[in-house]
């Protein structure tokens, strides 16, 4: 299917009566697990759903906690972060919309998940959503791809971690963000602009390196006009190819 006959497609999705109006203008409609659900199923989930939004900071689910809920990300950044025995936390990884909380058929959660910025997310059972994963081969299988796609991601951030130099993680990880962080974003755009999720703590911490490092590889990367900083958080990307090139990818 051409970019029109999608794009018209998706019009009429949009469109349709049968699909909830909640679920219309919906920002995760097309990229989350929900475009995999027919608008009956839609219906269905949409009446034991709520949105709401969470604060900076926030914790949204707990490690080791009882897990009832999933929710999908509309907006804003999750951070994941892992903490050991002695209360050490490593963050572990990053969510963006349309990405989906929770990890199904586990009793317990294993890991935290804290809002990075103000999120708003989607909230729904997580007897309904397992239950309506038997009945549709489809939201199995988008589920099945999204962790995938996330173990990929894994194991390419395990490189970044583990072989680039402290410039190329820094632009690594300045590049993950502005491919991810608007999801109505054109995957074609060859700029981002973007207020950093993370303070220069967390970047030293998920990236693995010392805050000075952080802030010395940022301002070489501002030097250097690979990006501009303004009011110490929002980046500006003039070129992402430059961004990647320095990337180590």
């Known amino acids: ?34 475009a995999a659900l027919q608008p009956g199923q839609l219906l269905s989930l949409s009446k034991a759903s709520s949105r709401h939004r969470v ?30 025995s002695d209360g050490r936390q490593q963050i572990v990884g990053l969510q963006f919309a349309p990405d989906f909380v929770g990890r199904p058929f586990r009793q317990e959660s294993a890991l935290n998940a804290e809002a990075a910025t103000d999120v708003s997310i989607c ?39 583990g072989r680039k130099s402290a410039a190329e993680k820094v632009a690594s990880l300045l590049l993950l963000i502005a491919r991810n962080i608007d999801p109505n974003k054109d995957p074609a755009a060859g700029s981002a602009e973007f ?13 693995g390196l010392t805050i000075e490092t952080v802030s010395r590889q940022l301002t070489k ?17 003039a070129s992402l190819a430059r961004l990647e090139a320095r990337s180590g990818a």
């Open 1 to 34: 299917m051409n970019d029109t006959h999608s794009k018209a497609a998706e019009r009429l999705d949009i469109h349709n009566s049968e699909i909830p109006e909640v679920c219309r203008s919906c920002e995760a409609r097309h990229g989350g697990i929900c």
């Open 55 to 84: 604060e900076s900071g926030a914790e949204l689910v707990g490690d080791a906690e009882t897990v009832d809920h999933y929710s999908n990300v509309l907006s804003g950044v999750i951070k994941l972060t892992k903490t050991l």
């Open 123 to 161: 909230s729904f059972p997580k007897a309904a959503l397992e239950r309506m994963m038997k009945e549709s081969a489809g939201l199995e299988h988008r589920l099945l791809q999204q962790t995938l796609e996330e173990l990929d991601e894994a194991r390419d951030w395990m490189v970044t971690l």
């Open 195 to 207: 207020d950093l999720p993370l303070s220069r703590a967390d970047i030293a911490d998920y990236l």
């Open 221 to 237: 990367l501002r030097s250097d006009d690979v990006i501009d900083i303004r009011n110490n958080r929002h980046i500006t990307v």
